[in-house]
């Protein structure tokens, strides 16, 4: 089964699409496609799905001949099945676990503000578990890959920030405050496999990718249902944009190209992805729990009063 990748750096220049290859660069068009829209139809050749699934998928007109001409191109190569399957496995396997899990359409907008705040946290620690990534040696896919998922997670922390703007919180408050315990747990699991287990770690995050996507969507359209001010709701779209996040999980499948997984490491990862589902269900569950009770949005032992000021109007 061929998994189609592209053998290249996909990028926006100029309003041209262009796919950077050691030693040249090539301009891409596309009769009857903008440059966003082959933007994304370039960024579902991740390595993540066969053939057969993208000619089955709603872009099934639009890759037609497309795939055949980067081939001949030799701007296509193709990711290894065990790979790509080993990937898929996890992120299924994550979610099955986490499908119990209800996220409410909440009558209560400070469960999403709630998400808002603990993303925040999350993301804008994304250095911690990023960071030790980036020492291996003689791996450049993967340090690339690394590279663009650190810039994709502080962009994504940029966008919750504005929106949290627009409730009157501030960068300099959230770094007063305190993220949940859950958050924490999440945050020192994730930099312990970065350190210890740095190959599972690209899987969970891959697993994570998704679920931060899914989780989103969700909740943006409760916000909508309840109107919350657009200038709250419209800067997190960008986390809710599937296109986005296979974008994010097609560079750790390029990444996975360096990379090879032994028998007893893939059971081996599959236990571990049981410990990652169950922190991130602690985590959502800690932000429906918390924030749909408290009377405060955001946590501090050390500035109580300014706490106070950021009342919750119910």
Same mark, same amino acid.
């Given at each position: 089964m061929f998994f189609p990748y592209l053998a290249g750096t996909l990028a926006l220049h100029d309003d041209r699409v262009v796919?950077?290859?050691?030693?040249?660069?090539?301009?891409?068009?596309?009769?009857?496609? *903008?440059?966003?829209? =082959?933007? /994304?139809? #370039?960024? &579902?050749?991740?390595?993540?799905?066969?053939v057969g699934e993208l000619q089955q998928s709603e872009y099934a007109t639009a890759l037609s001949g497309l795939i055949e001409r980067l081939a001949a191109q030799h701007l296509l190569e193709e990711m290894?099945?065990?790979?790509?399957?080993?990937?898929s496995a996890l992120a299924q396997l994550a979610d099955s676990q986490l499908a119990s899990i209800a996220i409410p359409s909440s009558a209560n907008p400070a469960v999403l503000y709630g998400l808002a705040i603990e993303h925040y946290h999350?993301?804008?620690?994304?250095?911690?578990?990023?960071?030790?990534?980036?020492?291996?040696?003689?791996?450049g896919q993967v340090r690339y890959a690394v590279s663009e998922l650190?810039?994709?997670?502080?962009?994504?922390?940029?966008?919750?920030?504005?929106?949290?703007?627009?409730?009157?919180? *501030?960068?300099?408050? =959230?770094? /007063?405050? #305190?993220? &949940?315990?859950?958050?924490?747990?999440?945050?020192?699991?994730?930099?312990?496999?970065?350190?210890?287990?740095?190959?599972?770690?690209?899987?969970?995050?891959?697993?994570?990718i998704a679920q931060i996507c899914k989780s989103f969507k969700t909740y943006l359209a409760a916000g909508r249902q309840l109107t919350l001010a657009s200038r709250f709701l419209d800067p997190l779209n960008t986390l809710a944009q599937i296109e986005l996040a296979?974008?994010?999980?097609?560079?750790?499948?390029r990444a996975f190209?360096?990379?090879?997984?032994?028998?007893?490491?893939?059971?081996?990862?599959?236990?571990?992805?049981?410990?990652?589902?169950?922190l991130y269900a602690q985590f959502q569950m800690a932000i429906q729990r918390h924030y749909d009770a408290a009377h405060t949005l955001l946590r501090?032992?050390?500035?109580?009063?300014?706490?106070?000021?950021?009342?919750?109007?119910?």
């Open positions: 796919i950077v290859q050691a030693g040249r660069t090539v301009c891409f068009q596309l009769q009857g496609q *903008s440059q966003e829209g =082959l933007y /994304q139809l #370039l960024s &579902l050749l991740d390595g993540s799905r066969s290894p099945q065990a790979e790509a399957d080993l990937l999350l993301l804008s620690r994304s250095g911690y578990f990023l960071s030790p990534i980036l020492g291996w040696q003689g791996l650190y810039q994709r997670s502080t962009a994504q922390a940029d966008a919750v920030l504005i929106a949290l703007n627009a409730i009157d919180i *501030s960068r300099t408050n =959230l770094e /007063q405050a #305190l993220p &949940l315990p859950e958050t924490a747990a999440l945050v020192n699991g994730l930099s312990f496999w970065a350190k210890a287990e740095p190959v599972f770690f690209l899987c969970a995050w891959y697993v994570l296979e974008h994010q999980q097609g560079l750790i499948s190209e360096q990379l090879s997984v032994e028998s007893t490491e893939r059971s081996h990862f599959e236990q571990q992805i049981y410990l990652l589902s169950e501090s032992h050390r500035w109580p009063r300014f706490c106070d000021r950021v009342l919750l109007k119910r």
